[in-house]
């Protein structure tokens, strides 16, 4: 059974940074596309970010710079290093996973077919 747990959320100023925790079970992430998404209140889930089973990473433009993926293939976790918040990146956000993903489809939330809870993210002006 594939469990997806994220971790790490909170409230932080704008200017601070975070770092969201997925940590799952029932999966080996080295074998997958894992991928970050957001949702703010009153909008579609949108991509953040994405790493693929071989190490690649991609980034929606409005993150780029500010966000880093990466995955601890020994703890079986990913993580997104925020930092430079800004209150536009409030939201809750979710990790999912999936395999085979190809690169032009990486950012498409219904290509994932596992999900983790969510974790909030606030990021007061």
């Known amino acids: 059974q594939v469990q997806l747990v994220e971790s790490g959320g909170g409230l932080v100023q704008a200017g601070g940074s975070l770092r969201l925790s997925c940590a799952a079970s029932g999966v080996t992430l080295s074998m997958y596309t894992m991928g970050w998404f957001r949702q703010a209140p009153g909008k579609e889930r949108e991509f953040v970010a994405a790493?693929?089973?071989?190490?690649?990473?991609y980034y929606a433009d409005s993150v780029k710079g500010r966000f880093t993926i990466s995955r601890d293939n020994a703890k079986n976790t990913l993580y997104l290093q925020m930092n430079s918040l800004e209150p536009e990146d409030t939201a809750v956000y979710y990790c999912a996973a999936e395999r085979g993903i190809p690169s032009y489809y990486i950012g498409l939330d219904y290509k994932y077919g596992y999900w983790g809870q969510g974790t909030q993210v606030t990021v007061s002006s």
């Open positions: 790493i693929s089973w071989s190490g690649g990473t």
